[in-house]
């Protein structure tokens, strides 16, 4: 997506007009959101290690256990103690799960997180390091890269799901060395534009499409928000 196209869909947004144009967009391919699922799917194979980040309460986890196997592995990142608490007990006694109550960002060390009004949703943010969640009710959670989880688990994931809210860059900069690896070969993220927007990051999709690019995928977005990228044969 290029950077005349985001800041359309930016005045789209201010003007009111964007989920219009998202609901004439359905009518043409409708159920869109379910290319980004398919594609994910089908991209995992037998035997594959997958690694969900903002797992929530563990929708796409269990999807990918089915997936992988018996073989395969899925690790579940998710930073919120009601959530995971969720994913501890759907998970109870299934070895090829690790789940990991860990934020994955650009810095390894603490942060916060502004919780939304439902425990259990799949709405809480990771906030600036030089912001505050004001009112909001919040929580200090562990924040890792992936590259130093890497090093630390000595496993490297053949397929990425990335939901996290407006804290997709972060993410992607955190893992410049595990995009070159490769038995790591799809990457499949939710793009929260105006999350992104909101913290000064309106053209973090572009760098984000740079960064996979030049580690060897092909991107291109199922959908108007969700990106694919699968690494070039």
Not at 60 to 77: I, M, S
Request: aromatic share 8%.
């Amino acid at each position: 997506m290029n950077t005349l196209l985001i800041r359309a869909r930016s005045v789209a947004r201010k003007l009111g007009i964007l989920s219009q144009l998202k609901a004439v967009h359905s009518v043409f391919q409708r159920g869109y959101e379910e290319h980004f699922d398919t594609a994910l799917l089908a991209h995992i194979q037998s035997g594959d290690v997958v690694w969900d980040i903002g797992a929530n309460l563990g929708l796409y986890t269990e999807k990918f256990l089915e997936k992988v196997g018996r073989g395969g592995a899925v690790v579940a990142f998710e930073p919120v103690s009601d959530c995971f608490a969720v994913l501890r007990s759907k998970f109870a006694g299934k070895p090829n799960v690790t789940l990991e109550p860990l934020a994955l960002s650009s810095s390894n060390g603490m942060g916060t997180m502004k919780l939304a009004a439902d425990p259990l949703g799949a709405t809480h943010q990771l906030v600036d390091h030089n912001a505050h969640p004001g009112s909001e009710a919040s929580a200090q959670v562990t924040v890792v890269t992936a590259d130093s989880y890497v090093a630390r688990s000595r496993t490297v994931p053949n397929v990425i799901k990335i939901d996290v809210e407006g804290f997709e860059y972060e993410v992607f900069k955190g893992m410049k060395a595990l995009l070159t690896e490769p038995k790591l070969r799809g990457v499949f993220c939710e793009m929260h534009f105006a999350l992104l927007e909101s913290r000064g990051q309106m053209l973090a999709p572009v760098e984000i499409e740079r960064l996979l690019t030049h580690a060897g995928f092909e991107v291109k977005y199922t959908d108007s928000s969700h990106i694919q990228a699968i690494r070039a044969s």
